[in-house]
């Protein structure tokens, strides 16, 4: 199973900027998507961002605009780059990758979470 870690959540005032990034020690090789998803208080989890592996992307319609989702090329993990950031966006923030491993087998893997906290 792939480790990953967030970084880069943390406090900002509204329309500031954040840049999340997510690692892992093994590069990711066979990997399907990636992406980012978050969770405010009393709130489901939601996708935030998606890249898949033909180069396509997925934003939902909150941060259209705002933020943009890119690729680790060394890592094949996902950075965030927040823009414009609003108190809405105060969540805690997931990094997710999906990937075939040896066998062929789907997995995915989640990050522990890092917390994004937009006030002023």
């Known amino acids: 199973q792939v480790q990953l870690e967030e970084s880069g959540g943390g406090l900002a005032q509204p329309g500031g900027s954040l840049r999340l990034s997510c690692t892992t020690s093994q590069r990711i090789i066979s990997w399907n998507n990636m992406g980012w998803y978050r969770q405010a208080p009393g709130k489901e989890r939601e996708l935030v961002a998606a890249?898949?592996?033909?180069?396509?992307?997925n934003y939902a319609d909150s941060v259209k605009g705002r933020f943009t989702i890119s690729r680790n090329n060394a890592k094949n993990t996902p950075y965030l780059q927040m823009n414009n950031l609003k108190p809405e966006d105060t969540a805690v923030y997931y990094c997710?990758?999906?990937?075939?491993?040896?066998?062929?087998?789907?997995?995915?893997?989640w990050g522990q979470g890092t917390q994004v906290t937009i006030t002023s």
């Open positions: 997710n990758v999906q990937y075939r491993n040896v066998m062929g087998d789907l997995n995915q893997s």
């Open positions: 890249i898949f592996s033909r180069g396509s992307t």
